[in-house]
């Protein structure tokens, strides 16, 4: 009888279930473009942190409020990501993975995320014309922010 790593097998399994469920909610994210409820911005956040401990925060609106992230060892992203959309003149957010939205009371146009993490601030100003999806990572003490068009891959 053939013995079996359930090690391995719960590994793969686990990448292969936190990548369906990542491109499910970036594709309900995309596909949500109606004038009245459009998202505006995905952010992900993906490489380097181990059990790291951060608030994030869109337009100086709190979204998250010490949430714990660790990224994937083979997956490489964290499994969390929060889609900012607009209804009419209202902001939202939606996070994963626990699908919670919360009402923001934001009124610009000229926006930014925030992170503080081990009590640094982090802040990104966001450029409408390089894409709607952030990916939001660590490097070393710092925090990184990419902007993309196109919905990155983690490998």
Known sequence: MKKVNLIKVNKKLNSVLFFVLLFTQLSISQN?????????????????????????????????????????????????????????????????PNNEQKAMNVKADNNTIKVIYKGKFFKYQIHNDKGIYIVVEKNKENVIFTQYKKRPVFD
């Open 32 to 96: 949500t473009t109606s004038e009245s409820h459009k998202t505006i911005y995905v952010i992900i956040f993906g490489d380097y942190f181990s059990e790291d401990v951060i608030d994030f925060y869109f337009n100086n609106s709190i979204v998250l409020n010490k949430v714990k992230l660790k990224s994937s060892e083979s997956a490489g992203a964290t499994g969390i990501s929060v889609s900012i959309f607009r209804e009419t003149d209202n902001y939202f957010s939606l996070s994963s």
